[in-house]
């Protein structure tokens, strides 16, 4: 099978390759830098303005867009939401152009969409919440439904954990030099997972029929950001004495609402679907990526 990958340049992408060509699949990667080679793919572009060349694709997983983490600054929020909501309208074109159309097409996501909901268990079925990040990941879902395949899955993806990308390198180091801490009360909910669980479920999205609609990305064991910092600090051996109080984070703008927001999602659909994690629990996790 030919499954086709955008952002595969990326911190997924790249691990979702990986394991993709490991199991046998031919890998096209569309990329806005087609000439930058990924080991084992045949590169595609990713045009700006224009749908990309499905031609070939069995499956398509949607994985390209401006990254979340930084200071939202104007130009930075529309970078986010243009790149998501046209990206993904583009893809679809793409295979809506074709004949020969994709079996399953898997279009990235965030748990981003529902709202900051205290204790309350998120399972794919919760009413989406307000604000900039779900507002942008209700639109972008709503291109990806247009897509013309037999199945279509939205991936909504927690905090990713992996050594070689996203916030974990920078909190690992800061709780190496003991300067980890919770972040605000420490009362509000992380729903995070392992990135190797992440491409695992990608794979066990594409190849599972019965699967469509929204996932939740989640390990099954969510925490509360004190005990994920007492975990990571234990981890690391060393103490974290440090609190960055909520008026200090909202000073990073509207990116600490994503921070403080309370977010207990659960992964209904993959659990219910029998996908083994491999990192269910958070201390396994950290001990894998320390
Ligand atoms: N990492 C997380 O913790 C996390 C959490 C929730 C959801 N997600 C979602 O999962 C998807 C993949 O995440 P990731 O962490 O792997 O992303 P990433 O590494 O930040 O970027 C993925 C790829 O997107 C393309 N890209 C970057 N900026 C772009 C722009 N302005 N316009 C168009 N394409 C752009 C790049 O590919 P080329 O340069 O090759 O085109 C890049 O390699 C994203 O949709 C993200 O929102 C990630």
Redesign the pocket.
Known sequence: MNIGI?????????RLVDLALRRGYDIT?????PE?PIAGCTMRL?P?DAPPDCTGCEAVV????????GLWTRSKKE??S???IE?TRRVVEGMLALRNRPEVFVS?????IYPDSGDAELLEEAPAGRGFLAETAVAWEREAQRSPTPRTVL??????L?RE???FPLMRRFFRLGLGGRLGTGKQWMSWIHLDDLARLILFCVENQSIAGPVN?TAPWPVRNEDFTRFLASAVHRPALFNAPAFALRLLGEFSDELLGSKRVLPGVASAQGFPFEFPELPAALKHLL
Do not use: D
């Open positions: 955008t952002g595969a340049s990326g911190l997924i992408g790249r990667a569309f990329s806005r830098s930058k990713f700006k949607h994985l390209a867009g401006e990254s979340v983490l970078r986010i243009r790149s998501r990206g990235g996501s965030a748990i981003g991936l909504r993806t927690g905090i990713v992996a990308g996203g916030a990305g």
